[in-house]
Structure formats: structure tokens, C-alpha cells
């Protein structure tokens, strides 16, 4: 990527904007290195880790760095062999590796979700956390050498700490033996030797060595003899102090030398780290998004280089206009462009001081941005991995070189066609200008169609010129745009309006910025009436433009309205069909109530204790049964009738119609434990006398018909089949034989509702068979099926079943023996005998 647009496009000035975001010298440097990257693949993987770190930042788990100095000349003395790191060295490499391996951390609990953040970090060795926790036991934060630092320090100092206590009790003894003598009775320090101050003519008084006058020359600062071979003491052990220090430093040095290639890496990690936290908090202060980056043909003749180009911005926006105008309480204007293979050129026309040239810079920068690995102030963003970026904007006449306006333009744009290499983006603000307006238009034209044809360049371009805004009307490929002019205001509105040319409105533009208006009035007078007449016909397309615009906008409010009342009957039913749900549950909550009611008192009435836990057990199933029905009746997602069939194992049970989740017709039935003998509806109520053994009863608080085994008092023992009840006199009715009713065992009975609709309720009744045959069935159907199997053959106090399941893929057999294994009723279970079967059927024994 050549620097050719880079001064123009104020990239530098970009950089010093990006700069604010690092917080350390080494991300500092990084982002004053950034430019576009030659490599497509180190590209998308810039852009993939700034995204991560974005990620990482809205859910909190991103890293921060404090001041961290240049290591560079801390790592270079490391690799020199002997040499010896001071103490504030030693605390910022080791502040160096303490942040990478806290951000190594940050980032470890999100290395799923952020792999090129990981790979930066997760080749940190683990040693530099303990070497940081090494240094930290033996130098604290203030550089100086913690006494734990080594056995051999902390004697030391013990001992420098006793001599000094003693030296200077000795000096405060001599001090007041001394009286007079004495200018103060403070011991000081002169030359790194305890000395007390004693006045110059009262020298004589105390023996020892002077060690220095005041600076009045009134006091003499005097050893005395008594302590000269303590402080010799003292200094040799401030030498061995030195000693052991260093030695201290140089261990610590050496380990930091072991782990140099950890350190670099936690160097570069940091630095890298912090330039893209600085690249994310750019995307945070301008509300950017990732761009997506359009790969194009490498190596490719000029002719098919960018056969696949397609440059989108929506919603862009300059970053640095965008930086001013906030400091003004202002705003940018936002600008939305396509360019791709069939229209792969745009001429933009407009009023003066329009926005034109910030629409270039604008698609300029960003693209700079893009393929540097930056997010870029936009809604989205598609850009081409452009070769090259080339731009002639502003004025660069210079009288010190001999050039012009126009001289210097087309000295840029000579030098444009030279670097231009495809795939590539050419900017040219208000080509062919400074000459003679036939003549510019025509270079104009010339120049923009040299670089879409020869260099096969995606070309924006500004202009004045109606050459250029008819030949970007009749040349495919190319695009008429507009910044637009409020012609009432006389004031620009900074929009770009795309497929539309512009009137330059220099006129009124004048006026407004206070030319005569008989000045005015003269050059409208002059302006020849073609010309008139094209900005008339321009402004006529302008407003039909925007009425359109206007009757798109007015048709999405329809659709957006239409939309939201869709959603608000979606909501209103799925208010409707939670309340029926809730209808339903309590219903169904009803009905296991009473069903569990009914259940206990049958069970109470039960004497024989194993018969007891049979049907409690047999109930507590039945309960279970029934919720499972009422939820695949509920998740069913039907409105059509659904029967919740409760297995008749409980005589009295009720049976409820439910349609819609509303109950709309119950009845009690009988169940297979009402009688051993034929249905309770085939028999009459017997003549009235009073019951005797033998006698057939019916039970009136159950229904089910039984005999009387025997009486007791006002009580009777009665057998209902394999079940042995005991029920007071006053609750049993004689009963006798009747003709067999029309319907039999098995048949369908019918409920009818108000409204005339019939519900068939099919009774289940234990048949005893011991023979089940499921082949052809689905799992879940023979599942169920197996599951009534067992409840009939349990009533009919069968001890052994068989069930068929077949061979094939073994699909049913696993999932029968999955039932098999946890039902109450299964005592055991296996594969039938070869003669039987074998494993194409299962054998069941049942508990008794």
C-alpha cells in the first residue's frame, strides 16, 4: 500500500486519535507503526481479535494494563552475561509480567469464545508467575531489599540494628558527662560515622577525631575515642550488607535471564494486547463495527483484479470530523454508497461546501482504517482488499515549485497513474479544474474513464462539470450522486443522494454569503438558458426523488404499523391459550384430587395387608397415567377433543370430556374390579330381607358387586374378586341376576353433549390374557402398550406373560426391557426359551 493518499487522508491524525486508547509505551508505539497490512489472512485476523475484544469488553472480562515503561533496554542488559539489574529494573519487569499473565487470565476463561486472543497468551509460561512472587518476597515496592531476602541479610541487619543502638547510647552517656561542652545533645551522622556536636572552644574537652565544623564554625563535630572502634565495626558491616545485596540482585538477575524468552513474549503480548484495547476503545467511542473484508484475485491481470470488488459503506462517518463537531455539541451527517462490478464508478455533484469532499475522505479513511485492521465509524461495512489507494484532494499550488492549481492537480494525478495498481480505489476531488471549463471537463471525463478502463480502479470523483454529470448519466457503470441543498434555507443538508446529479447552486450560494443582490441578478442574466434549463430539469429530478423517498418512508411506517398489530394478536393469543392451559390444569388437578380421594377410602376398606399395598401401589400408577395423558392431550398443540382415560383399576373413577382444556361432560364408570361376575349393570336389586352369607351385594358406596364371605355384628366381609373389603350392613344392597344387557365387555359407551357432538369412552378391562404381540409398532406404542399389558394381567392375578417383540433392529426389545426393569408389577424378566421365542419375545414374571 503506497503513502501516496496517506497526508491527504489525514491518517496521521487518525493514528494520534487511536493513540489516546493505549495505555503503555509499547501499545503507544504499535499504534504509531499502524498501517495497511499486505497480507489478507494477517488481516482478518487483526479484525478477529479486535471483534473478540469487543466482545470481551460488553460482558466485563477484558484486560487492563497500568504505566508500564519500554522494556527493550531491561531485556538487552539481560542477554549480557554477568550483568546485574537494579532493584527499580527488577520491580518493572516484574510489573511487566504480572500484567500479561493477569491478562493471560482474563482471557483464559473466554479462550472458547476468543481463539486469536488465546493464542497471543496461552504460550505464557506459568514460572513467571512465580518468579514475580519471588521478587516480590525479596524487594518491596520502594526498591529497596526486603531483610527476608536471605538468611545472611537478615543476621546482618540484626546486627547493624544492635551496633547502632549501642554506639549511640555510648555518644548520649558521654554527651551529658560532658555538660557544656556539648552545643546539642543530638547524635549525628558525618562521613557514615556516628559523631556528636561539640563546641569549637571547648574542643580540648572531648578526646576523638573531628569529622567536620558547622558552617558558622561554632561547632565541632567530634568521634569520640570510645566509639572509633564501633563505628569501624559498624562500617564493615554496612560493606557486608553491600555484599550480600548484591549478591541478592545478581541471583535474582540470573532468573530472570533463565526465563528471557518468557519475558520477551509477555513483552510483545502486552504490547499487542494493548493495541488492540486501544482499537476497541476506538470502536467503543464511535459506535464502529467490524468490517467485513471482500478478498480479491491476487496476482491478477488489471482486467479481472477486481471482477469480485464490492465496496459498501452504510451510515458511515468521518472519525475526526465526527471528534470536532462533538467537542461543538455537533454532529455528523452520516453518508450510505455502493460501488461494485456493474457499477464500479460514482461522480458526485452538488452545491459548494456541500460535503462532497468529506464523502471522499470519508470512503477514503475508512478504507485506510479497514485494511489497517481497525473497526471503522459505520452501520456495516464491506470493503475490497484494494492494492492500492490513491487521492488528488485540496490545493497543492506552491509557488516555491512553480505550480499552480491546475499544474499541481494534474502533477498528482500523473503521478496516481504511475502507482496505480489494481485492485485499487481512486479519489479525485473536482477534476479538471483551474483551466478553461470545456477543456477541464473534457480531461475531466478523460482521466476518470482512463482509470476505470486501463486501471480497472473503482473511481469517486467530485465535480462542477456538466460533461462529467452527463457522461456518469449515459456511461454504464457509472453513478450520478448528490450532496444536498435546501433551497429554501439556501443552506447545505450534507446528505448524500445517490443516483441523482446535483446543481452547483453557486448563485445562491453567493447571495448568501453576501454578494449584492444586483451582482446576482446580472449573473443570472448571463448564464445561457441550456444551462438554466439543466439546473431546472436537475432540480425537478431532485424533488421527484424525494417524494418517492418520502412515499417509502410513509410505506414502511404502513408495514412497521401492520407488523406490530400482527405481533399484538400474537401476543393477545398467547395470553388466550396461557389461560386455557391454566383452565385446563386445574381441571386436571381436580380430577386427580378426586381420584386420589376415591383411591384412599377403596384402600381403607382393604384388610389384607399385601392386597392393600397392591392397590395403593396400582392407584399411585393410575395417578401417574392419568398426568401423562393430560400432557400429551395438552402438548398435543390441537383443539380437538381430548378423553382423559382413567384406566379402570378404581371402581367409581370419574371420566371426563375435555375439549379445549374446559371439562364439557363427566360420568363415573365401573372398573374390572367391580365384579368377578358379569357387568354391575346386569344385576337387579334382590327382594328386601336381611343379608346372609352367600348372598350377592352391592357395595353402595363403590358400586362393585361382591359376596358375603361373613358377618360380624352390624359389619359383613365381602370378596369383590380377589379383594376382601369390610363394609357395615347399612351399606350394602341385595342384589340378583338379570338378563345380560345388549352391550358387552369391550363395547364403546356414548356421551352426548348440549350440542349434540358424541364422545366415545372405551372402558379398559383385563381380558387375562398372557400373550402380548407388538410387532409393527412404533416404540412409544408398544411402550404404552406393554405398559396396559401388565396393569390387566396384575388384575387378573396372572403370574407369568409373554410378550412379542420380534428380532428386527432391536429398537423395541431395548425399550420394553427399559420399562420392564423399574415397573412394579415386574418381578423379573428375560429372553423367552428357543421353543418360545428366544429373543424375538420376553418372558415376565409378576409380583403376587
Same mark, same amino acid.
Not at 32 to 41: E, K, M
Not at 48 to 64: F, H, M, P, S
Not at 245 to 254: M, P
Not at 276 to 301: D, L, W, Y
Given at each position: 500500500?503506497?503513502?501516496?493518499?496517506?497526508?491527504? =487522508?489525514?491518517?496521521?491524525?487518525?493514528?494520534?486519535?487511536?493513540?489516546?486508547?493505549?495505555?503503555?509505551?509499547?501499545?503507544?508505539?504499535?499504534?504509531?507503526?499502524?498501517?495497511?497490512?499486505?497480507?489478507?489472512?494477517?488481516?482478518?485476523?487483526?479484525?478477529?481479535?479486535?471483534?473478540?475484544?469487543?466482545?470481551?469488553?460488553?460482558?466485563?472480562?477484558?484486560?487492563?494494563?497500568?504505566?508500564?515503561?519500554?522494556?527493550?533496554?531491561?531485556?538487552?542488559?539481560?542477554?549480557?552475561? %554477568?550483568?546485574?539489574?537494579?532493584?527499580?529494573?527488577? @520491580?518493572?519487569?516484574?510489573?511487566?509480567?504480572?500484567?500479561?499473565? #493477569?491478562? !493471560?487470565?482474563?482471557?483464559?476463561?473466554?479462550?472458547?469464545?476468543?481463539?486469536?486472543?488465546?493464542?497471543?497468551?496461552?504460550?505464557?509460561?506459568?514460572?513467571?508467575?512465580?518468579?514475580?512472587?519471588?521478587?516480590?518476597?525479596?524487594?518491596?515496592?520502594?526498591?529497596?531489599?526486603?531483610?527476608?531476602?536471605?538468611?545472611?541479610?537478615?543476621?546482618?541487619?540484626?546486627?547493624?540494628?544492635?551496633?547502632?543502638?549501642?554506639?549511640?547510647?555510648?555518644?548520649?552517656?558521654?554527651?551529658?558527662?560532658?555538660?557544656?561542652?556539648?552545643?546539642?545533645?543530638?547524635?549525628?551522622?558525618?562521613?557514615?560515622?556516628?559523631?556528636?556536636?561539640?563546641?569549637?572552644?571547648?574542643?580540648?574537652?572531648?578526646?576523638?577525631?573531628?569529622?567536620?565544623?558547622?558552617?558558622?564554625?561554632?561547632?565541632?563535630?567530634?568521634?569520640?575515642?570510645?566509639?572509633?572502634?564501633?563505628?569501624?565495626?559498624?562500617?564493615?558491616?554496612?560493606?557486608?550488607?553491600?555484599?550480600?545485596?548484591?549478591?541478592?540482585?545478581?541471583?535474582?538477575?540470573?532468573?530472570?535471564?533463565?526465563?528471557?524468552?518468557?519475558? &520477551?513474549?509477555?513483552?510483545?503480548?502486552?504490547?499487542?494486547?494493548?493495541?488492540?484495547?486501544?482499537?476497541?476503545?476506538?470502536?467503543?467511542?464511535?459506535?464502529?463495527?467490524?468490517?467485513?473484508?471482500?478478498?480479491?484475485?491476487?496476482?491478477?491481470?488489471?482486467?479481472?483484479?477486481? /471482477?469480485?470488488?464490492?465496496?459498501?459503506?452504510?451510515?458511515?462517518?468521518?472519525?475526526?470530523?465526527?471528534?470536532?463537531?462533538?467537542?461543538?455539541?455537533?454532529?455528523?451527517?452520516?453518508?450510505?454508497?455502493?460501488?461494485?462490478?456493474?457499477?464500479?464508478?460514482?461522480?458526485?455533484?452538488?452545491? $459548494?461546501?456541500?460535503?462532497?469532499?468529506?464523502?471522499?475522505?470519508?470512503?477514503?479513511?475508512?478504507?485506510?482504517?479497514?485494511?489497517?485492521?481497525?473497526?471503522?465509524?459505520?452501520?456495516?461495512?464491506?470493503?475490497?482488499?484494494?492494492?492500492?489507494? @490513491?487521492?488528488?484532494? %485540496?490545493?497543492?499550488?506552491?509557488?516555491?515549485?512553480?505550480?499552480?492549481?491546475?499544474?499541481?492537480?494534474?502533477?498528482?494525478?500523473?503521478?496516481?497513474?504511475?502507482?496505480?495498481?489494481?485492485?485499487?480505489?481512486?479519489?479525485?476531488?473536482?477534476?479538471?479544474?483551474?483551466?478553461?471549463?470545456?477543456?477541464?471537463?473534457?480531461?475531466?471525463?478523460?482521466?476518470?474513464?482512463?482509470?476505470?478502463?486501463?486501471?480497472?480502479?473503482?473511481?469517486?470523483?467530485?465535480?462542477?462539470?456538466?460533461?462529467?454529470?452527463?457522461?456518469?448519466?449515459?456511461?454504464?457503470?457509472?453513478?450520478?450522486?448528490?450532496?444536498?441543498?435546501?433551497?429554501?434555507?439556501?443552506?447545505?443538508?450534507?446528505?448524500?443522494?445517490?443516483?441523482?446529479? %446535483?446543481?452547483?447552486?453557486?448563485?445562491?450560494?453567493?447571495?448568501?454569503?453576501?454578494?449584492?443582490?444586483? +451582482?446576482?441578478?446580472?449573473?443570472?442574466?448571463?448564464?445561457?438558458?441550456?444551462?438554466?434549463?439543466?439546473?431546472?430539469?436537475?432540480?425537478?429530478?431532485?424533488?421527484?426523488?424525494?417524494?418517492?423517498?418520502?412515499?417509502?418512508?410513509? =410505506?414502511?411506517?404502513?408495514?412497521?404499523?401492520?407488523?406490530?398489530?400482527?405481533?399484538?394478536?400474537?401476543?393477545?393469543?398467547?395470553? *388466550?391459550?396461557?389461560?386455557?392451559?391454566?383452565?385446563?390444569?386445574?381441571?386436571?388437578?381436580?380430577?386427580? /384430587?378426586?381420584?386420589?380421594?376415591?383411591?384412599?377410602?377403596? +384402600?381403607?376398606?382393604?384388610?389384607?395387608?399385601?392386597?392393600?399395598?397392591?392397590?395403593?401401589?396400582?392407584?399411585?400408577? !393410575?395417578?401417574?397415567?392419568?398426568?401423562?395423558?393430560? *400432557?400429551?392431550?395438552?402438548?398435543?398443540?390441537?383443539?380437538?377433543?381430548?378423553?382423559?382415560?382413567?384406566?379402570?383399576?378404581?371402581?367409581?373413577?370419574?371420566?371426563?370430556?375435555?375439549?379445549?382444556?374446559?371439562?364439557?361432560? &363427566?360420568?363415573?364408570?365401573?372398573?374390572?374390579?367391580?365384579?368377578?361376575?358379569?357387568?354391575?349393570?346386569?344385576?337387579?336389586?334382590?327382594?328386601?330381607?336381611?343379608?346372609?352369607?352367600?348372598?350377592?351385594?352391592?357395595?353402595? /358406596?363403590?358400586?362393585?358387586?361382591?359376596? +358375603?364371605? /361373613?358377618?360380624?355384628?352390624?359389619?359383613?366381609?365381602?370378596?369383590?374378586?380377589?379383594?376382601?373389603?369390610?363394609?357395615?350392613?347399612?351399606?350394602?344392597?341385595?342384589?340378583?341376576?338379570?338378563?345380560?344387557?345388549?352391550?358387552?365387555?369391550?363395547?364403546?359407551?356414548?356421551?352426548?353433549?348440549?350440542?349434540?357432538?358424541?364422545?366415545?369412552?372405551?372402558?379398559?378391562?383385563? $381380558?387375562?390374557?398372557?400373550?402380548?404381540?407388538?410387532?409393527?409398532?412404533?416404540?412409544?406404542?408398544?411402550?404404552?402398550?406393554?405398559?396396559?399389558?401388565?396393569?390387566?394381567?396384575?388384575?387378573?392375578?396372572?403370574?407369568?406373560?409373554?410378550?412379542?417383540?420380534?428380532?428386527?433392529?432391536?429398537?423395541?426389545?431395548?425399550?420394553?426391557?427399559?420399562?420392564?426393569?423399574?415397573?412394579?408389577?415386574?418381578?423379573?424378566?428375560?429372553?423367552?426359551?428357543?421353543?418360545?421365542?428366544? #429373543?424375538?419375545?420376553?418372558?415376565?414374571?409378576?409380583?403376587?
Amino acid at each position: 500500500m503506497h503513502e501516496q493518499a496517506f497526508t491527504i =487522508l489525514e491518517y496521521p491524525e487518525l493514528r494520534a486519535l487511536i493513540r489516546r486508547g493505549a495505555q503503555t509505551s509499547m501499545g503507544r508505539a504499535r499504534v504509531d507503526a499502524l498501517q495497511p497490512l499486505a497480507n489478507v489472512a494477517e488481516l482478518e485476523k487483526q479484525l478477529a481479535a479486535d471483534a473478540e475484544c469487543v466482545n470481551l469488553r460488553k460482558r466485563g472480562g477484558a484486560w487492563t494494563f497500568s504505566e508500564l515503561s519500554d522494556p527493550n533496554e531491561k531485556l538487552t542488559m539481560l542477554q549480557i552475561e %554477568g550483568a546485574t539489574l537494579e532493584p527499580a529494573a527488577i @520491580l518493572e519487569l516484574r510489573s511487566l509480567c504480572d500484567q500479561a499473565m #493477569s491478562a !493471560r487470565a482474563s482471557i483464559l476463561a473466554e479462550r472458547d469464545s476468543s481463539p486469536v486472543l488465546w493464542n497471543l497468551v496461552g504460550s505464557l509460561p506459568i514460572d513467571l508467575s512465580r518468579l514475580s512472587a519471588r521478587i516480590a518476597n525479596k524487594i518491596l515496592p520502594t526498591g529497596e531489599i526486603d531483610d527476608r531476602a536471605s538468611p545472611e541479610l537478615a543476621r546482618i541487619r540484626h546486627e547493624i540494628t544492635g551496633l547502632r543502638s549501642r554506639i549511640t547510647r555510648t555518644l548520649e552517656s558521654l554527651m551529658r558527662k560532658s555538660g557544656e561542652a556539648i552545643q546539642d545533645e543530638l547524635v549525628t551522622i558525618r562521613n557514615d560515622r556516628f559523631v556528636i556536636p561539640v563546641k569549637s572552644d571547648h574542643r580540648g574537652r572531648v578526646n576523638g577525631v573531628a569529622h567536620g565544623y558547622s558552617s558558622s564554625g561554632a561547632t565541632a563535630f567530634i568521634e569520640p575515642l570510645e566509639t572509633i572502634d564501633a563505628n569501624n565495626e559498624l562500617q564493615a558491616l554496612h560493606e557486608a550488607e553491600s555484599r550480600e545485596i548484591f549478591k541478592i540482585l545478581f541471583g535474582i538477575t540470573e532468573e530472570l535471564r533463565a526465563q528471557l524468552p518468557g519475558i &520477551k513474549l509477555a513483552a510483545d503480548a502486552v504490547a499487542e494486547l494493548d493495541f488492540i484495547g486501544a482499537k476497541a476503545a476506538f470502536h467503543q467511542r464511535f459506535n464502529c463495527v467490524i468490517p467485513e473484508i471482500v478478498p480479491t484475485i491476487a496476482g491478477a491481470s488489471s482486467a479481472h483484479a477486481c /471482477s469480485t470488488c464490492t465496496l459498501e459503506l452504510i451510515e458511515a462517518r468521518h472519525p475526526l470530523l465526527e471528534e470536532n463537531l462533538r467537542a461543538l455539541s455537533g454532529s455528523v451527517v452520516p453518508v450510505s454508497f455502493l460501488l461494485d462490478e456493474q457499477n464500479d464508478t460514482m461522480v458526485i455533484s452538488g452545491a $459548494n461546501a456541500g460535503g462532497k469532499t468529506v464523502v471522499l475522505k470519508t470512503a477514503g479513511l475508512l478504507v485506510l482504517l479497514a485494511l489497517s485492521g481497525m473497526p471503522v465509524p459505520a452501520r456495516a461495512a464491506k470493503i475490497p482488499f484494494y492494492a492500492s489507494v @490513491l487521492a488528488d484532494i %485540496g490545493d497543492h499550488q506552491s509557488l516555491a515549485a512553480n505550480l499552480s492549481t491546475f499544474t499541481s492537480h494534474v502533477a498528482n494525478i500523473s503521478r496516481m497513474i504511475e502507482l496505480c495498481k489494481a485492485p485499487a480505489l481512486v479519489l479525485l476531488d473536482e477534476v479538471g479544474t483551474g483551466t478553461d471549463p470545456e477543456e477541464g471537463s473534457a480531461l475531466g471525463v478523460a482521466v476518470v474513464d482512463y482509470f476505470r478502463k486501463a486501471c480497472r480502479a473503482q473511481v469517486m470523483a467530485t465535480t462542477h462539470y456538466g460533461g462529467l454529470k452527463m457522461y456518469a448519466g449515459n456511461e454504464t457503470g457509472v453513478l450520478n450522486a448528490s450532496v444536498e441543498f435546501n433551497e429554501k434555507t439556501l443552506q447545505p443538508t450534507y446528505r448524500l443522494i445517490v443516483g441523482v446529479a %446535483g446543481s452547483s447552486s453557486g448563485l445562491e450560494i453567493a447571495r448568501r454569503f453576501g454578494i449584492p443582490n444586483e +451582482v446576482i441578478d446580472i449573473a443570472f442574466e448571463s448564464v445561457k438558458d441550456s444551462s438554466r434549463q439543466a439546473s431546472e430539469y436537475l432540480r425537478r429530478i431532485k424533488h421527484e426523488a424525494e417524494e418517492v423517498e418520502s412515499l417509502l418512508g410513509a =410505506l414502511e411506517e404502513e408495514r412497521a404499523a401492520v407488523a406490530e398489530k400482527f405481533a399484538s394478536l400474537e401476543k393477545r393469543a398467547e395470553q *388466550q391459550e396461557r389461560e386455557r392451559q391454566i383452565v385446563f390444569q386445574r381441571a386436571l388437578e381436580k380430577t386427580v /384430587s378426586e381420584f386420589e380421594r376415591r383411591s384412599r377410602e377403596l +384402600v381403607a376398606t382393604i384388610q389384607d395387608r399385601s392386597e392393600r399395598l397392591k392397590v395403593e401401589r396400582e392407584s399411585q400408577r !393410575r395417578v401417574a397415567e392419568l398426568k401423562r395423558e393430560a *400432557q400429551r392431550a395438552t402438548t398435543a398443540g390441537t383443539k380437538r377433543e381430548s378423553i382423559l382415560s382413567v384406566p379402570a383399576s378404581t371402581s367409581g373413577r370419574d371420566v371426563r370430556v375435555v375439549r379445549d382444556g374446559k371439562i364439557v361432560q &363427566k360420568e363415573t364408570s365401573k372398573s374390572s374390579l367391580d365384579t368377578s361376575e358379569p357387568e354391575a349393570a346386569q344385576y337387579i336389586p334382590g327382594k328386601a330381607r336381611e343379608i346372609a352369607v352367600g348372598d350377592k351385594v352391592k357395595l353402595r /358406596s363403590f358400586g362393585s358387586i361382591g359376596i +358375603v364371605d /361373613s358377618l360380624k355384628g352390624d359389619e359383613a366381609e365381602v370378596r369383590v374378586k380377589s379383594l376382601r373389603l369390610r363394609e357395615k350392613l347399612e351399606n350394602l344392597e341385595l342384589v340378583e341376576l338379570a338378563a345380560r344387557a345388549k352391550s358387552t365387555t369391550g363395547k364403546f359407551d356414548s356421551l352426548r353433549e348440549s350440542s349434540g357432538t358424541e364422545v366415545k369412552l372405551k372402558t379398559t378391562q383385563g $381380558n387375562g390374557r398372557s400373550e402380548l404381540n407388538v410387532i409393527g409398532q412404533t416404540t412409544d406404542e408398544a411402550v404404552d402398550a406393554v405398559d396396559k399389558f401388565l396393569d390387566e394381567a396384575s388384575l387378573a392375578s396372572l403370574s407369568q406373560i409373554r410378550i412379542i417383540h420380534g428380532h428386527g433392529t432391536g429398537a423395541l426389545r431395548r425399550a420394553i426391557a427399559e420399562l420392564l426393569k423399574d415397573h412394579p408389577h415386574v418381578a423379573r424378566f428375560a429372553a423367552a426359551p428357543p421353543d418360545q421365542g428366544g #429373543s424375538g419375545a420376553t418372558v415376565v414374571e409378576l409380583k403376587q
